[in-house]
């Protein structure tokens, strides 16, 4: 699927979240989005989650 699709899509989703349930459901799709986003990323190994959190190491 393309990037435009899915950020289409997506969008489309926020804002049914956000008239089903106001402010706060969408900000709960918003929050569960990024992490499925993240947990989906990391399963296919796509990105690297944990690097974000790792410190400078020389």
Known sequence: MKASITGLVVGLLLALAA????????????????????????????????ERFRGRRD
Not at 25 to 37: R, T
């Open 19 to 50: 008239i089903a349930g106001g402010f706060t459901g969408f900000l709960l799709a918003v929050v569960l989005g990024a992490a499925g986003f993240a947990l989906a990323g990391r399963l296919s190994g796509e990105i690297d989650v944990f």
